[in-house]
């Protein structure tokens, strides 16, 4: 029996972030049922879309960020289907012309990274929301017409590990370049797996199979993972597979026949003539170069080259955008990168685990982080004095440059110093004693000298004046 | 009053003879007088709206066409599909004029959507034509075209995709023109073709024409075709002297050998008015033109118009407006609305429309329809370098009589009947001048010129109507 290799290409639809709709001027939000809505999203006779031009510049944001080639004219195709949740009878989509072709994404598996190839990223409008009740069905219209970007891979992964993969990598270049929000749960991010087996010993990809309409991340892995065993129980029993699309039935765990190669939809593709060709000049995309800020994948190769992070903690400082910008806001005002990563990753974000908090909960300025880590590297403060600093600080919500003054308010003058370790050595002959005798006794006398200061000496200070005064002995 | 030209009303209404109460009572009475023999209008208004505007049309009665939205008033485009349907927001041409102070005084009838070019696929009956009751109007803007010819009102806004303004217009002694692509926002005009649509207006003379042309054109924010108006005001241009303009005509299109006498009588009237374009010192020359070009006219148009068109009118499926019709599911409640909802003739003209966008067609028959388009206009953009504009018989044949099914390709093509389309492939400013009568019925000249370039045109119009003489022709009926 021969083995078979998956290939997986997915289709990500992703609501873009504008004021308005692609098409319309009404509002891109929430609201209630049938609020954001004009004329023109409902389909009414005589209306005309009008291109916004943020949904584009966001667009053109992926479509670089995905390392496409930028089309050079902007145009629109209509995709004629009837259905009630499309009120025009037709999308506006980019069927000829995609905004962006033959890009490219790095992913990270396990450690190692992949290339995923993007066949290409489109800008479309988004239909009405549906729901289907038993003797009748409700429109709301809010979410007709919102610009959505679809971003369509090759067929080119090969477990559902890749395909998460590639889907948090994707939905964090929306993330970085605030062109989404990318909810999941609020269907602002759809998605369409196509999966297909091939021998391993054949060289032909197999029949490829369409699961539609994906709601969420782990879904999309349940789904490929269920549909490589359909099909690999339909190979193995010697059965064909039928080139189709099918549904995810949650429930019952597995995908549902829709509709075979031969019902597939003739949509009529072809331009819409609302819309006049936009040239898209070098200013536009220079300008909007300009405005994108440094993403996951190059931030995380700075970190480690630039930075000496290890990559584990590089790739974890850049995971969430609002993270990374931290660290960068901190590290401006002079810290050590390396140092303050080792307090973010290793520290902080085990405390907001711990404390189920996110980042956004962190109310310290970058600048007020900074001196503190820098107290820390003058030896003002120890680590551990360091660590409950932040505790406190985040524990009470209250500023930490307060909080770290008063615990700064230690003892760092050698003078004073080594004034207070004489007078242990005077109290504790009997220590000095076994000293002179071979005996270790360093660490007692530091106890002795913090049970003394109540903790109040500079720690490292104390122990290198220890030292000294110990070896004058 | 109504049935004067424009400079004559405003004179009136501005030395205190008349008012717009007055104004608006007439168009009415006379648009009531006349609905049951000719069957101008889906609406009359019963009431005139305040005119707050201020512009030489301020008070002046007009009429829409009744595929342009109005919020508040009834517009069906003549299908029963929209036979309630009130639209909730108005018209860009609609919001112009009334911000001139013109005084909307009714809907007028058209073909089903715009489609059909009689006048006789309005839901709610036929239009005939002012000059003989037994023939048509032609369309799709019939009642445009009728009621402008019988004096109800000065002027009315219609609509042209193939030649649905200039062909009423020729067959109804009046003025129609329509203007450069994008000259006249689109907004709220219902879509037939959108890469094909044109607002444009009906009057008795040039210079109405172009006293509303300078009211509705220009850029609008909701239309990203409009264009951006660098054209400066069209009456300050229109009596420049045209001694020197060049125009062509097209030989393979007026030298035909044909036993009709009818069509014989046309081409002599084109004859002398492309003397008298002469003696204005204009020079007229023949160019030959591709035939098979010219014969494929007619069926590209076909296959482009009908193909938008089906995906235009994708939004009537009664689910959120429109006449719904009850069915077991969302998919038959649809089916059932459109079955209902279209005559015969539009539903002949989608399945045509989705046949040519199909995937297997679409190369063959849609696209191949574009690239004879494409060859057109270049050869006429090539024309234009030499020449300000095509002068043509508007169409080779007085108004037909009701019993002629227009709406079939015949045996028989004549480039006189279709050439007009040039005109919408091109985008190019074309207009329709009264220029004598055949039969005791009125024939037209047409003169197309240079995108962009409709003060030209206008102008060229208007010295010739001068000497034509039938600036201000009515048929007022006993």
Redesign the interface.
């Known amino acids: 029996m021969s083995s078979y290799i998956p290939t997986i290409g997915l289709e990500v639809h992703c609501e873009l972030k504008s004021n308005s709709k692609n098409f319309s001027s009404s509002k891109n939000g929430e609201g209630v049922v049938n609020s954001n809505l004009s004329?023109v999203d409902?389909?009414?006779?005589?209306?005309?879309?009008?291109?916004n031009k943020e949904a584009v510049r966001k667009s053109l944001m992926v479509a670089l960020a995905l390392n496409c080639e930028i089309v050079e004219k902007l145009s629109f195709d209509?995709k004629?289907y009837?259905?009630?949740d499309l009120?025009?009878?037709?999308q506006i989509t980019q069927f000829a012309n995609p905004i962006g072709i033959n890009g490219y994404v790095i992913i990270n598996v396990d450690g190692s990274e992949r290339k995923i190839t993007i066949h290409d990223t489109h800008l479309e409008e988004d239909t009405a929301n549906m729901d289907h009740l038993e003797t009748y069905?409700l429109?709301d219209?809010n979410r007709a017409g919102i610009p959505l970007l679809e971003t369509v891979s090759d067929p080119c992964m090969h477990s559902s590990k890749e395909a998460i993969a590639y889907l948090e990598t994707l939905r964090n270049i929306f993330l970085y370049l605030d062109a989404s929000d990318a909810k999941a749960d609020m269907g602002q991010i759809r998605v369409d797996i196509n999966v297909s087996l091939q021998r391993e010993d054949e060289n032909k990809l197999g029949t490829r199979v369409e699961i539609k309409n994906i709601n969420s991340f782990a879904t999309v892995k349940e789904v490929i993972e269920v549909e490589i065993k359909r099909q690999q129980e339909i190979l193995e029993s010697g059965g064909k597979i039928e080139q189709e699309t099918r549904r995810y039935d949650e429930v019952n765990k597995k995908t549902v026949f829709m509709r075979g190669k031969v019902d597939a939809i003739?949509y009529?593709y072809?331009r819409e003539?609302?819309?006049?060709e936009i040239k898209i000049t070098e200013e536009f995309i220079k300008k909007i170069k300009k405005d994108m800020p440094t993403l996951e994948y190059e931030r995380k190769r700075k970190y480690i080259n630039d930075y000496g992070i290890s990559f584990i903690d590089a790739a974890t400082l850049t995971k969430d955008k609002k993270l990374s910008d931290y660290f960068e806001d901190i590290i401006s005002y002079g810290c050590q990168p390396k140092d303050t990563s080792n307090i973010i990753v290793g520290f902080l974000l085990g405390y907001l685990n711990k404390n189920d908090k996110g980042i956004s909960s962190i109310n310290i300025a970058s600048k007020d982080f900074s001196d503190v880590i820098k107290m820390m590297t003058d030896g003002k403060i120890s680590n551990k004095q360091l660590k409950d600093i932040f505790t406190k600080s985040l524990d009470e919500d209250k500023n930490i440059l307060e909080i770290a003054k008063m615990t700064g308010n230690q003892i760092s003058d050698r003078k004073q110093i080594r004034e207070i370790i004489k007078e242990v050595f005077n109290d504790n002959s009997k220590i000095i004693e076994d000293y002179k005798n071979g005996k270790n006794v360093k660490g007692f006398i530091m106890g002795l000298i913090m049970k003394k200061t109540a903790g109040k000496v500079n720690p490292s200070l104390t122990n290198e004046i220890l030292a000294e005064e110990l070896e004058k002995l | 009053m109504t049935n004067k030209l424009i400079d004559e009303i405003r004179s009136s209404l501005d030395n205190g003879e008349i008012d717009s109460h007055m104004l608006f009572e007439e168009a009415v009475t006379k648009a009531k007088e006349y609905q049951k023999e000719y069957n101008c209008f889906v609406t009359i208004l019963d009431e005139k709206q305040e005119e707050n505007g201020n512009s030489i049309l301020r008070g002046i009665p007009y009429a829409l066409k009744d595929?342009?939205?109005t919020k508040g008033i009834l517009?069906t485009?003549s299908s029963n599909i929209?036979k309630d349907?009130i639209?909730?927001?108005d018209?860009t041409v609609y919001k112009k004029l009334k911000e001139a102070g013109a005084v909307l005084m009714g809907k007028t009838t058209l073909d089903e959507l715009a489609m059909g070019g009689t006048g006789t696929t309005c839901h709610t009956g036929i239009v005939r034509n002012p000059w003989d009751k037994r023939r048509m109007i032609g369309g799709s803007s019939a009642g445009s075209a009728a009621c402008v010819a019988l004096g109800i009102v000065p002027f009315s806004i219609g609509s042209d995709t193939g030649d649905s303004i200039r062909k009423p217009a020729a067959y109804g002694g009046v003025v129609g023109y329509k203007p450069t692509y994008g000259r006249v926002s689109?907004?709220?005009?219902?879509?037939f073709?959108?890469?094909l649509d044109h607002v444009g207006v009906f009057a008795r003379s040039v210079k109405d024409v172009c006293y509303v042309m300078d009211v509705i054109k220009g850029h609008d924010?909701?239309?990203?075709?409009s264009l951006v108006d660098h054209d400066g005001v069209y009456i300050d241009n229109i009596n420049r002297s045209v001694c020197g303009k060049k125009l062509f005509y097209i030989k393979e299109a007026i030298d035909i050998d044909s036993n009709s006498g009818e069509l014989k009588k046309i081409i002599d009237n084109f004859n002398t008015t492309i003397e008298k374009c002469r003696e204005l010192g204009m020079i007229v020359e023949e160019v030959s033109f591709r035939k098979d070009l010219l014969e494929a006219i007619y069926p590209a148009y076909m296959c482009i118009s009908c193909?938008?068109a089906?995906?235009n009118?994708?939004?009537?499926?009664g689910?959120?407006?429109g006449n719904r019709v009850d069915g077991h599911s969302?998919?038959d409640i649809?089916i059932k609305t459109r079955t209902k909802g279209f005559s015969e003739l539009i539903k002949r003209r989608f399945v045509l429309g989705?046949y040519v966008?199909?995937?297997e067609n679409?190369e063959k028959l849609?696209l191949n329809a574009g690239r004879i388009r494409r060859l057109i206009v270049d050869k006429m953009n090539e024309l234009f370098k030499n020449y300000d504009g095509l002068i043509m018989p508007s169409i080779g044949e007085i108004a037909p009589f009701f019993d002629k099914d227009s709406d079939r390709l015949s045996d028989e093509y004549l480039i006189l009947g279709n050439h007009l389309v040039i005109g919408n492939f091109g985008g190019f400013p074309s207009i329709s001048i009264p220029s004598g009568f055949v039969d005791k019925m009125p024939v037209s000249v047409n003169i197309t010129g240079r995108a962009r370039e409709d003060a030209l045109v206008l102008n060229i119009a208007n010295k010739l109507e001068e000497v034509l003489g039938y600036r201000g022709l009515v048929k007022e009926n006993e």
């Open positions: 004329v409902i389909g009414y006779p005589g209306i005309l879309p009008v291109v209509r004629n009837y259905y009630p009120p025009k009878g037709y069905s429109i219209y003739d009529k072809y003539p609302n819309i006049p | 595929n342009i939205s517009t485009a929209l349907y639209p909730l927001y018209a689109r907004y709220g005009l219902f879509a073709a959108s890469s924010d909701k239309d990203m075709t193909a938008e089906t995906s009118n994708s939004n009537l499926t689910i959120a407006f969302i998919n649809m989705s966008l199909q995937k679409q849609f």
